[in-house]
């Protein structure tokens, strides 16, 4: 189970230079295979055309990359995989699963230091929790992760048993869990989990 020192461990994590460059690099190769695929509706060449991000309690990440289809009447969009960002949130992928896999119960007293600790929102920390424990639970990718990783469990306690069976303590088992989370974080799979 998660302690009481959580908040102090997470702010750790954050402050991870090593971490940071990790999971800068595995992005970077994510999207050089993105780019090397090409135009997955044409074929076409690739242009980087990177979305502007700024990142709220976590590294300075100032943008997440991103192509466009280089040829005439196509130009469609490709954003490959992350494991920094997680859909349109500002917040850094690492950051949503660091305190996501901490906030269980919500008590106001752990609420309260989590504000004050990574400067995030009451409502935006609540807006993560039901996102872990409805939305991410109940979308095919949740459900299918469920039938791959845990005996069959109540749905409800999935999101704190997901990091608990990565066992986010360590920093390549979080490794483990971002990439896993990955898929999740490309525009259309995003569509189907936004709040
Ligand atoms: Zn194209």
């Not at 996501?100 to 919500?106: F, Q």
């Not at 929102?121 to 992760?145: K, N």
């Not at 791959?148 to 360590?170: A, D, E, H, M, N």
Request: hydrophobic share 35%; with cysteine; aromatic share 10%.
């Amino acid at each position: 189970m998660l302690t009481t020192s959580s908040e102090s461990w997470c702010q750790n994590q954050l402050a991870d230079q090593q971490l940071h460059q990790l999971l800068e690099k595995v992005d970077w190769d994510l999207a050089e295979q993105a780019h090397q695929q090409g135009c997955l509706f044409c074929g076409g060449k690739l242009h980087r055309a990177d979305y502007d991000r700024k990142p709220r309690g976590g590294p300075e990440w100032d943008y997440r990359y991103s192509f466009c289809c280089a040829r005439e009447g196509c130009r469609r969009r490709r954003t490959p995989e992350s494991v920094r960002f997680m859909g349109r949130r500002v917040y850094a992928g690492l950051v949503v699963v660091l305190v996501s896999a901490l906030v269980h119960g919500l008590k106001p007293e752990r609420v309260a230091r989590l504000r004050e600790a990574l400067g995030i929102e009451r409502r935006t920390l609540e807006r993560w929790h039901q996102w872990w424990r409805v939305t991410f639970v109940e979308s095919s990718f949740g459900r299918a992760a469920r039938a791959r990783f845990l005996p069959p469990l109540c749905p409800r306690t999935r999101p704190g048993l997901l990091g608990l069976s990565f066992q986010v303590q360590r920093r390549d088992r979080r490794l483990a869990l971002l990439r896993f989370l990955a898929p999740l974080t490309t525009p259309s799979a995003w569509q189907e989990l936004v709040m």
